[in-house]
């Protein structure tokens, strides 16, 4: 056999040598980049896990120490009127109740019959308002307790919300009636609505 032949045999079996070292090592690598990658995804959804827990702890503390500060009573709901100008009047609904009383949350719900909601205002009874619904036929209104810098906020005894509504027919009766199924105070988790006190309509002359 010649030597050029021999010599093209051995660069061949040098050069499949070669190319398969490369592709075994760049596999290995790309399987430990994946590892890391995942471990560091592993780590980092740890990391938030870690961080909503002491966030879930701090709320719950602050909580606890909120609740030395209210007493478990009925609270309802109330309200005034007033003319604004000609079909227009102001709905001023409020949290109502014993001073030191307090609440998590609560819903209220009217249904409206010939009227239409121009305005809707927070009160301040609650520091949160996460829900503000005014359909063509009724309101839905949610307040929640918050923390406000590191201070717990209960909801107490204030203005709610405060609407401007319009009459539709000017020469129709028109009324807001309280929808009692979607109406709803509560303190931990219990219902403390009065619902005796709260009204359980608003005519508007």
């Known amino acids: 056999m010649r030597k050029s032949t021999v010599f093209l045999i051995v660069l061949l079996i040098l050069t499949f040598l070669t190319l398969l070292y490369t592709k075994f090592f760049y596999e290995n690598r790309l399987k430990q980049s994946e590892r890391d990658v995942n471990t560091c995804q592993q780590k980092l959804s740890n ?30 709901f109330s309200y005034k009127t007033a003319k604004f100008e000609d079909n227009l009047f102001k709905i001023s609904i409020y949290l109502d109740g014993d001073e030191e009383g307090g609440a998590d949350a609560a819903d209220l719900k009217t249904n409206l019959n010939n009227l239409k909601v121009k305005y809707l205002v927070n009160g301040e009874a609650f520091p949160a308002y996460p829900r503000k619904l005014t359909e063509n036929n009724y309101i839905l209104v949610t307040g929640t307790a918050s923390l406000l810098g590191s201070k717990f906020i209960y909801g107490q005894r204030g203005l709610f919300v405060e609407l401007i509504a319009e009459k ?28 005796e006190k709260t009204f359980k309509k608003i005519l508007i002359d």
Do not use: H
């Open 168 to 195: 539709i027919d000017p020469l129709r009766k028109s009324e807001a009636t309280l929808d009692l199924e979607g109406t709803k105070i509560y303190l931990n988790g219990e219902s403390i609505l009065d619902e």
């Open 47 to 76: 990391s938030k896990n870690e961080v909503k827990n002491l966030n879930d702890i701090f709320f719950l503390s602050q909580k606890a120490k909120a609740e030395t500060t209210v007493k478990k009573a009925g609270l309802y």
